[in-house]
């Protein structure tokens, strides 16, 4: 899934890359923003949290920049990867 160089682990660069790539899935209609009727299952409280500048869209920046911080929650050795373990009790927990 993530894991662009076949090492059996997750680095932070390849994670980013592939939130980077959800960002252009999700942005419709290519503003280069995400509203919230782009993100459907995103509560409002989620989305508000993600945008820092409360303009009621995401950047690129700011998508990428929320889904990061949730790497180092996914990596619970703290070992700077994550692997498909690490991802799969990460979804069971939220």
């Known amino acids: 899934m993530f894991d662009g160089n076949e090492d059996g682990k997750i680095d932070r660069t390849e994670y980013q890359f592939e939130i980077v790539k959800a960002f252009i899935t999700l942005d419709q209609n290519r503003d280069d923003y995400l509203e919230p009727k782009e993100m459907p299952g995103m509560d409002k409280s989620a989305f508000d949290k993600a945008d820092k500048d409360t ?35 990460h979804q069971k927990r939220h």
């Open 55 to 89: 303009d009621g869209r995401l950047s690129t920046y700011e998508f990428v920049t929320a889904d990061s911080l949730k790497f180092d929650e996914i990596d619970t050795n703290s070992d700077g990867f994550v692997t498909e373990t690490e991802i799969a009790g």
